[in-house]
Nanobody, 126 residues
Framework: VQLQASGGGLVQAGGSLRLSCAAS????????IGWFRQSPGKEREFVAT??????????YYADSAKGRFTISRDHAKAATYLQMNSLKPEDTAIYYC??????????????????WGRGTLVTVSS
């Protein structure tokens, strides 16, 4: 499985961005796709995951993302999106998408994701 994140950029606080994660490979429907972010000196942090269809295809969010971010998935295009609204300076980070087959109880941990794409930088100015 190969993943490629895109859509980052510079935005003012309160603005919006839509990140995309393009996937390729076999059996993509067997994977949860998640978004994580990482700031300098910090660990990779869970943002949101959408579970594989066999596990319900449901969305899960970090508390910091609830109410502001929306994750969605288009299986026909093999793409996953992260719509980010009401952005804050503390959202500034490199955003990565990852693929996992872990049980749902583990989807919030970066260590459970076996495939990662190159990140895309999101910078939110105050």
């Amino acid at each position: 499985v190969q993943l490629q994140a895109s859509g980052g950029g510079l935005v003012q606080a309160g603005g919006s961005l839509r990140l995309s994660c393009a996937a390729s490979g076999n059996n993509l429907r067997n994977y949860h796709i998640g978004w994580f972010r990482q700031s300098p000196g910090k660990e990779r942090e869970f943002v949101a995951t959408i579970s594989r269809p066999g596990s319900g295809g449901n969305a899960y969010y970090a508390d910091s993302a609830k109410g502001r971010f929306t994750i969605s998935r288009d299986h026909a295009k093999a793409a996953t999106y992260l719509q980010m609204n009401s952005l804050k300076p503390e959202d500034t980070a490199i955003y990565y998408c990852g693929a996992s087959q872990v049980a749902l109880s583990g989807i919030g941990r970066a260590s459970h994701y076996v495939y990662w794409g190159r990140g895309t930088l999101v910078t939110v100015s105050s």
